[in-house]
């Protein structure tokens, strides 16, 4: 059972909104959801996250579903800086994460 | 970034040695993690801590010991290095200082070569 599902890519024309979705249907009550990216081989970095209201910071917004079982990121006007993979993940005091998402933002 | 380093940035080492890892932070957070990155298989937990001399397991941690005597250090220890455990390791904190105000930071990994 996976943790958590994601797209394993996604394309996305710079300046437009990119929607990447996330599947955590087995979330637990107590467990927030967190976006990370990771640009080449960096570490990655965090994003945003959330328990169950939706959250908008800086970088992104993220949507959570009002039961709680999948989440959206979106990063409102893509640029060709935001070409990464992007994980969801789920944390209690575990922090777990999926396969990601490839973005490509193109010109 | 939360000041957190990790040492040796690249090593290479023969099957059958034993190896460590450290990671150091600055800033006290209570959560540390251990996690490998493989092609294919994303990040994967190792091992965690959520306070001194307190760890647990994660999805990986056959073959993989951690310590952790003071809030700042958290070693992984590989007691006796395999072509397996090649891969890129990545620490991670995490401070609990309330829903809104918490943050996690990576550390910038280790690359380990097991030959």
């Known amino acids: 059972d996976a943790k958590t599902t994601q797209p394993p890519s996604m394309d996305c024309a710079e300046g437009r909104a990119a929607n990447l979705p996330c599947n955590h249907s087995?979330?637990?009550?107590?467990?927030?959801v967190y976006w990370y990216r990771q640009i080449h081989s960096q570490g990655p970095q965090y994003i945003i996250h959330?328990?169950?209201n939706n959250e908008t910071n800086e970088m992104a917004s993220l949507i959570i579903t009002e039961d709680r079982k999948s989440s959206t990121l979106i990063l409102p006007h893509a640029t060709l800086r935001d070409t990464a993979v992007y994980y969801c993940?789920?944390?209690?005091?575990?922090?777990?994460f999926g396969g990601g998402t490839r973005l490509m933002v193109k010109p | 970034d939360a000041g957190i380093t990790q040492s040796p940035r690249h090593k290479v080492t023969e099957t059958g040695t034993p190896v460590t890892l450290r990671c150091h932070q600055t800033?006290?957070?209570?959560?540390m993690y251990w996690y490998r990155q493989d092609p294919g298989h994303g990040l994967r937990l190792i091992h965690y801590?959520?306070?001194?001399?307190?760890?647990d397991k994660g999805e990986v941690s056959d073959g993989y010991s951690v310590s952790r005597s003071k809030t700042e250090d958290f070693l992984l220890t590989l007691e006796s290095a395999t072509s397996s455990q090649t891969s890129v390791y990545f620490c991670?904190?995490?401070?609990?200082?309330?829903?809104?105000?918490?943050?996690?930071?990576f550390g910038p990994g280790t690359r380990l070569t097991v030959t």
């Open positions: 991670a904190i995490r401070s609990v200082q309330g829903a809104l105000k918490e943050q996690q930071y």
């Open positions: 087995t979330i637990s009550g107590n467990e927030y």
């Open positions: 959330g328990l169950k």
């Open positions: 993940s789920r944390a209690g005091n575990m922090l777990t």
């Open positions: 800033e006290n957070h209570r959560y």
């Open positions: 801590s959520y306070g001194v001399k307190d760890t």
